[in-house]
C-alpha cells in the first residue's frame, strides 16, 4: 500500500487543472434536456473534450482515447468536477455502453461506433426498461426477428434517458418465444431509423428527461448486435457492466457536493438547527468514504484483479449518500428550500440545491433499485438463499 | 375524558374528504396547471357552498362556530387532496385573526404574511393580506401592494414578495395576533402534511397492488410492504398529536405539542413520500402519475410554519423547563397560571 | 372530543397517589428473574397490592378487581410508574392470560383463577414458543392426548418467561395429526405437575430471564382447556388478545423513562454532542405520542369500538422509541455507559440504563417479531397482498 | 498511488484471522469465563510465538518493524474474534509510546491509562502502566498502584480506577506521547470495531441459512436479508477509511480521518450487532449464542477512546477549517506546513 501520488500522477493531474482551467465555459451551459440547443451546446463540450484528448481518457488511443488507468481516470473526474466542468450529456454512451463494445465489440464495430462516440457526434440514450420490465429487467417483451442479414424490431421502450435529442441507442431484444433471460440479444439502433417514434416523458419537475421508444418494424443490420445472438444478458451483466458502475458515478461529484454543503453550512449555521451539523459532517465522511472505496477499486483492478458485488454495495452507498445530502442541503435552506432558481429573490445556488435534491430522488430507483441490490448482496455477497 | 371525535366531527372528516376526492384528483391538478388559471372556480363555490371559509366564525357573523379540531378534520382532507385553494390559510389562519379584534372578513380570501415565512402564499388571488410592519398586524387590500411572484417547486404554490407601505390606518392588532397565528398555521401545516402522508401511502398501496414484476404483485415484496408499514407507522403515531394539540387550550403544553405534531406529521410525509417515490420506481418520478403532487407540497410545508429546527428548538424549550411525567399528558395548564406556579 | 379529565377521574388518581405513597417500598426490590427471593419479594408486592384493591382495576368486582374503565387504567398506570412501582412479576397472567379467560373462560375457570392471579397465589408463565416455532407461532408441535377427562400433554417450550420460579404457565398444543393453525388447544398446566422439567435458560447478561419447559406425559384435566378444543389460534388472536397488547406495555413506563432521560441530559448536556439534544427531544415526543394513540384507542373501546392493526403499530412504536431512547442514554453516558449496577464508581443510575437498554434490546423480538408486524400492517391494514 | 494491500499483509491478516479462528470461538470465550481466569495463557502463548506483541517495536529491539497498518489488520482480526488478552492495547498503543521515548518493552503487557477513557483496561494482570499525571507520560509498575474493578458488562473488559502516586523517576514524557496514543487508540478500536461488525453478520449469516420458519430458510426472507445486507454496506465503507486512516502520516487530515473511522466502524458494529439480535429472535438475546459477545465489545468500544460526540467535533473541526474538495482525499499536508500555508 502506498497512497501518495507518483511524481507522473501529479504532473498528469497538473496537466487536467491546465486544461480546464482554460477550456471550461465560464457559464454554465443551459441544460441537456430541457432543450435541442442545451443538448447541443453540449455536444460541443464532448467535441471540445475530445479535441484536447479528454473525452475517455481510459480508452485505447485508437479509439479516440489515452489508454491510461482508473487512477489517473479518477483524478481525472477530479479536477473535472473541480473545476465545475458541464455534465457528460454522452454518460450512457461512454460509460455504459463504450466499456461493453471494447470487451465484446468485433473489430469493425469498435471501429465504427467509438471514435464516433468519443467525438460526441453519436450520442447515445438507453433502452433498457418497458412498461412490464423495470426491476425485472429479464421481462423485456421487445422482439428482434432475425431477416437474413437484419434485424427486424418491435416493441416499447420506457424511461429511456437522453432519447428526445440523442442519434442512437441500445437495448434487449429477445428471440420471438424466448423466455426470461434467454434469448435476448443487445442491439443497438439509430433513433432516427424509419419506425422508431419518439414520445418524451416529462420527469416530475416538467423536464422531458426522459421518452418512451416505440419500435414498430425497425430494420437494423445483424452488425449492430452486440456480443452472440442470445446472449444479451450475459454481455449486459459482464465484467464491463460492473466497470460500468464503477464509471457511472465518480466519487468527485460527491466530494464536490460536499464541499459546497459545507460552505452552505458555514453560511446558514447561525440560524441553523444544531443536528444538522451532525449531517453535513456525515455527508462529507461519507463523500470521503466512496472516494476511498472506490480508489481501493481501481487499485484492485489495475492489478488484476476481479470486480465482485462491489457495484451492488456501491449503488446503494451512492445513492443513499447523495439523497441524504441534499435533503440536509434544503433542511439547511428552511423556507428558501421551495424556491426553483427562476425564483427572483432566491438566493445563489438555492435553485441548484433544488435540481439536485430532485436528481438525487431518483439514485436509489435507477441503475437497478436499491431493493433489488439488497438481495444481490445478500445472496451473491453473504450466500443468503433465494 | 374522551380522545375521540365526536360523530359530528367525524362526519364533517368525511364530507369534506368526498368532496375533495371528487373535485381534486391528480387529474383534476394537472387540468388546473394546464388551464393557466390559478383557482378552480367550481371547485371553490363548492368549498364555500359548504360554509368552509367561515367555518371557525361564530354564528353572529355568518360563520359556523366551529373549533381547531373541525379546522385541523378539513385540513387534513385538504393535504390528502393537494388542495391549491388556499382555503386553509384563509379560513384557519387569517378568519380567526379578523374575528378576534371583531373586523369583518371580505368576501374574498385573505393572504396572510406571517414574519415566520419569507413569502406570502396566493397573494394574487386575495382581496387583502394581513401583514407585518414590526409586531403590527395591518390588514391591507390587494390593490394597495404590489407582488413579485416567486417560483415553488410546487406548482401550486403561488408565493409572493410583498412590497407595500404600512400606514396607521390598516394596523388591526399587535404581537398577540401573530403568535397566535403562528400556532394555527403550524398546526394547520402539521394537519396538511398528515394528510399528504397518508395520501403518499395510499397512491402507493393501488400501485403496487397492481405493478407486476417478476411473476407477482411488487406489494407482496417483503421490502414493499415494509416501506410503507413504516411509513403507515409514522402517520398513525402523528395523527393523535395533531388531534390533541388541535384540542388543547393555549399553555406552554400546547405551543410544545404543535411543535411535535408539525415534526411528526413533518417525518411522516417525509418517509411516506419517499417510500412512494421508491415503490413506483420509475413511475414515482413522473409528471403522469400523482406522487409528485404530495412531494413537492410535503417539501413546501415541512419548511413553512417554522422549520423543523425552529419546532425542535420550541418542543426542547418546554421539556427543559415544564414539569414533565406521565400525569401530565393532558396538563395544559393556562400559560400564566404556570408562570405563577413555577415562581412559588 | 373531550381532553379534560373528569373530577371523578382527578378524584380517583389522587386516590391512587395517595395508596402508592403510602406503600410502594423505599427501597428497590430486588429483581424477580435472578432469584427465588426477588421472586417472592414481588410475590408479597402483588399480594400487596391485592389488599389495596389494586392488583387489576379493570377486572369485574368478583374476581378481585374493580371494574373501572380503561381511561382510569391508563390513570393508574401513570401513577404507578410515577410512584416508581415494582415491576409486575404476573404480568404474563394478568396482563396476558387474564382478559383471555374474561373472554373465554367458563364460569368454572374464572372463579378458579382470576382471583388467585388477582392475588399472586398464582405467579404465571407464557410458554408459547418452541424451538421451531417463533415467528412461526403456527409452527408448535407439543402434543396434547385426550384421555377421558384429562389431557396428557408432551413437547418442549423455550424463552418461557418467568417460568424459573413461577407456579403455573399456559400454552398452545396440538391435537396429534392436527397441522398449522388447526387443531391447536390452549391449555394451562401447573408448573409443580409430574412430568414438568424447567430448565433456566441465562439471558446474555447472565440472568435466568427464561426457561426452557420439557414435558413428559403432563396430565391435566380437560377443564384446564380455555376456550374449544381445537380453536386455541383463534383465542390467542381474538380480541382479548388486542386488549392484551394494549394493556402489556403502558404508556407511562416510556413517559417516566423519558422524563429521566431530560434529567440525565440536564445533567450531561455541557459534556454531550449537540445532536443528542435532538434525539432526547425525540424520545420525549414519542413516549408523549405513544400516549396520546393509547388514550384514543383506549376512548375508542370504552364508546364501543373494536381494536383493529393498532396492536401492531404499537408494538412496532414502543419497541423502537423504547430502544431508542435507551441507546440516546448510552450515549450521553459515553464512556461510563458499559458499567453495570456493580461498579463502584458508577454514577447513580448509570447501571439502570444499562439494564433497561438490554430489556429494550428484545422489544423488536418479542411478543411478534417487528418484521411480523409490518407484514401485518401491509397486509391487514394497508390490503396488501400476501 | 496503490491502494491496495500488499501480498505480506493480505497473508498476516488471514494468519492471525485463522489463528483467532481456532483458539478464540465463542466455546473458548465461554470456556475462559468458567475458569475465572484472566486470560488464556495458551492462546497468548500462541500471539506471542507469533511476535504479535512486539510486531511494532523495531527489529532492532526485537520486534518485526511493522507499521500501523499491518496493526489496524491485527485488530480487525482481534474484533472479529471478541480477543479477551489486551494485544492491541498493548502492541498497538503502548509499545510504540515506549519505542518512541526509548524504553525497553517489559518482558509482560503494558497497559494504558489514557485520559480520555475513565478506566484503565487489563490493569491487573499488566507488568506496568502506562499513567497520566497532567500532560507527563509515567511508566509505573503494576506493583505501585492500587486497583478497584468496575465492572462492565463485557465480562472480558476488565476495568479498573487506578489509585497512585507520580514520582520523577517514573515520567517519561509528555503531551505529544499522549496526543499520539489518542490517535492509535482511536483508530485501533475503529479497526476492532470493523471486525465486530463483520463477525455479527458472519453469525447472522451462518445462523439464517439454518434456521427454518414458514418452511424455509428464515436467510430467505426480503426483511432479513436487507437487514444483513444494510448492515454490510456500512462495513464496506468503513474498512477502507479505517485503512486509509492507518496508511496517512499524522496531518489534520489524519486525525479527521481517524475519527471519521471510529465512527464508521461504530455505526457498522451497532447496526451489525443489532441486525443480529433481530435476525437471531430470541436465541440473539441468550447467553448461549455468540452475539451478545459481539454486542457488549461493541458497546464499550464504541464509547471508549473518545465517544461519537467528541470525534464527531474532531471532523467538524478539520470540515470547518482545512480546504475540502475531492483532490484532497490523500492530501496529507504534514501539520506544521499546513499551519504555514493557512497563515501565507
Redesign the interface.
Known amino acids: 500500500?502506498?497512497?501518495?501520488?507518483?511524481p507522473e500522477?501529479q504532473a498528469f493531474?497538473a496537466e487536467v487543472r491546465r486544461w480546464m482551467a482554460a477550456h471550461v465555459p465560464a457559464q454554465p451551459l443551459p441544460d441537456f434536456d430541457s432543450t435541442r440547443e442545451g443538448f447541443e451546446a453540449h455536444r460541443q463540450w464532448e467535441r471540445t473534450l475530445h479535441a484536447g484528448g479528454w473525452g475517455m481518457v481510459t480508452w485505447p488511443v485508437e479509439y479516440g482515447g489515452r489508454g491510461l488507468d482508473l487512477?489517473r481516470w479518477l483524478i481525472f473526474?477530479?479536477?473535472y468536477?473541480?473545476a465545475g466542468a458541464p455534465g457528460r450529456v454522452n454518460q450512457n454512451g461512454i460509460f455504459l455502453l463504450g466499456p461493453t463494445l471494447i470487451e465484446y465489440g468485433t473489430p469493425e464495430q469498435k471501429a465504427r461506433f467509438l471514435p464516433a462516440m468519443a467525438a460526441g457526434d453519436h450520442i447515445w440514450a438507453q433502452a433498457w426498461?418497458e412498461p412490464?420490465?423495470?426491476?425485472?429487467l429479464a421481462?423485456v417483451r421487445s422482439t428482434a426477428v432475425r431477416d437474413g442479414d437484419d434485424y427486424v424490431l418491435s416493441g416499447h421502450k420506457?424511461?429511456s434517458s437522453r432519447a428526445v435529442h440523442a442519434d442512437w441507442a441500445f437495448g434487449l431484444f429477445r428471440a420471438p418465444g424466448s423466455e426470461r433471460h434467454k434469448g435476448l440479444s443487445l442491439i443497438l439502433f439509430p433513433l432516427d431509423a424509419a419506425g422508431v417514434t419518439v414520445r418524451p416523458?416529462?420527469?416530475?419537475?416538467?423536464k422531458p428527461v426522459?421518452a418512451e421508444l416505440f419500435l414498430d418494424n425497425v430494420r437494423v443490420p445483424a452488425t449492430n448486435r452486440l456480443g452472440e445472438e442470445g446472449q444479451g444478458w450475459a454481455v449486459c451483466m459482464s465484467t464491463a457492466g460492473f466497470e460500468r458502475g464503477l464509471m457511472l458515478r465518480s466519487?468527485?461529484r460527491f466530494?464536490?457536493a460536499?464541499?459546497k454543503l459545507?460552505d452552505l453550512y458555514?453560511a446558514r449555521a447561525g440560524?441553523?438547527?444544531?443536528?444538522?451539523?451532525?449531517a453535513?459532517?456525515q455527508a462529507?465522511?461519507?463523500a470521503?468514504?466512496?472516494?476511498?472505496?472506490i480508489?481501493?477499486t481501481?487499485?484492485?483492478l489495475?492489478?488484476g484483479g476481479a470486480i465482485g458485488p462491489?457495484t451492488s454495495?456501491n449503488k446503494?452507498?451512492w445513492s443513499e449518500l447523495d439523497l441524504d445530502l441534499h435533503k440536509t442541503a434544503?433542511?439547511l435552506?428552511?423556507?428558501?428550500?421551495?424556491?426553483?432558481a427562476?425564483?427572483?429573490?432566491?438566493s445563489a445556488d438555492v435553485g441548484d440545491w433544488?435540481d439536485g435534491y430532485?436528481f438525487s430522488?431518483?439514485g436509489?430507483?435507477?441503475a437497478g433499485?436499491?431493493?433489488i441490490?439488497?438481495?444481490i448482496?445478500?445472496?451473491r455477497?453473504?450466500?443468503?438463499?433465494? | 375524558m374522551d380522545f375521540r371525535l365526536t360523530d359530528e366531527q367525524t362526519m364533517l372528516a368525511e364530507t369534506v374528504g368526498a368532496l375533495l376526492h371528487d373535485c381534486c384528483s391528480g387529474a383534476d391538478l394537472r387540468r388546473l396547471l394546464e388551464s393557466g388559471a390559478a383557482r378552480d372556480a367550481g371547485r371553490w363555490a363548492q368549498i364555500e357552498a359548504m360554509g368552509l371559509p367561515l367555518m371557525l366564525a361564530p354564528e353572529a357573523r355568518g360563520g359556523s362556530g366551529l373549533g381547531m379540531v373541525e379546522m385541523a378534520l378539513v385540513a387534513i382532507a385538504c393535504g390528502h387532496a393537494a388542495l391549491p385553494e388556499p382555503l386553509v390559510e384563509h379560513a384557519g389562519i387569517a378568519v380567526p385573526a379578523l374575528v378576534a379584534v371583531g373586523r369583518d372578513v371580505p368576501a374574498g380570501t385573505v393572504a396572510v404574511g406571517h414574519p415566520v415565512n419569507p413569502f406570502v402564499a396566493d397573494a394574487d388571488t386575495a382581496e387583502a393580506l394581513l401583514l407585518a410592519d414590526g409586531d403590527a398586524m395591518h390588514l391591507v387590500p390587494r390593490a394597495a401592494v404590489t407582488l413579485v411572484r416567486q417560483d415553488s417547486i410546487d406548482p401550486f404554490r403561488r408565493l409572493f414578495r410583498v412590497d407595500w407601505k404600512p400606514a396607521p390606518a390598516t394596523r388591526i392588532g399587535g404581537a398577540a395576533l401573530w403568535e397566535a397565528a403562528l400556532e394555527r398555521g403550524a398546526l394547520l401545516a402539521a394537519a396538511q402534511l398528515l394528510g399528504l402522508a397518508q395520501r403518499a401511502v395510499d397512491i402507493s398501496v393501488a400501485y403496487t397492488k397492481e405493478r407486476q414484476q417478476f411473476g407477482k404483485p411488487i406489494g407482496s415484496f417483503q421490502a414493499v410492504k415494509h416501506h410503507l408499514a413504516s411509513a403507515q407507522v409514522k402517520i398513525e403515531f402523528a395523527r393523535p398529536v395533531v388531534l390533541a394539540a388541535s384540542a388543547l387550550p393555549a399553555s406552554s403544553l400546547a405551543r410544545a405539542r404543535v411543535s411535535h405534531a408539525k415534526l411528526a406529521a413533518q417525518t411522516a410525509a417525509d418517509a411516506a413520500s419517499h417510500a412512494a417515490v421508491q415503490v413506483h420506481g420509475a413511475m414515482g418520478y413522473s409528471w403522469e402519475v400523482d406522487v409528485h403532487f404530495v412531494l413537492k407540497r410535503a417539501l413546501a410545508l415541512g419548511q413553512a410554519w417554522g422549520t423543523p429546527g425552529f419546532h425542535r428548538a420550541r418542543v426542547a424549550e418546554h421539556m427543559l423547563s415544564a414539569p414533565l411525567g406521565p400525569d401530565r399528558t393532558f396538563d395544559a395548564v393556562p400559560l400564566q397560571q404556570e408562570a405563577r406556579s413555577e415562581a412559588a
Chains 1, 3 share one sequence.
Open positions: 500500500m502506498d497512497i501518495r501520488y507518483t500522477e493531474r487512477i473526474e477530479e479536477e468536477y473541480r426498461s412490464g420490465a423495470g426491476s425485472d421481462g420506457i424511461w416523458i416529462q420527469r416530475f419537475d416538467g426522459f466519487p468527485a466530494q464536490v460536499a464541499a459545507v458555514r440560524a441553523a438547527d444544531p443536528a444538522l451539523g451532525a453535513v459532517a462529507w465522511m461519507d470521503d468514504a466512496y472516494a476511498l472505496s480508489y481501493a481501481a487499485s484492485r489495475m492489478a462491489e454495495t446503494i452507498f434544503l433542511a435552506l428552511g423556507a428558501e428550500a421551495e424556491l426553483t427562476a425564483a427572483p429573490d432566491a433544488l430532485v430522488l431518483a436509489p430507483v435507477y433499485a436499491n431493493e441490490q439488497r438481495n448482496i445478500a445472496e455477497m453473504l450466500g443468503l438463499p433465494r
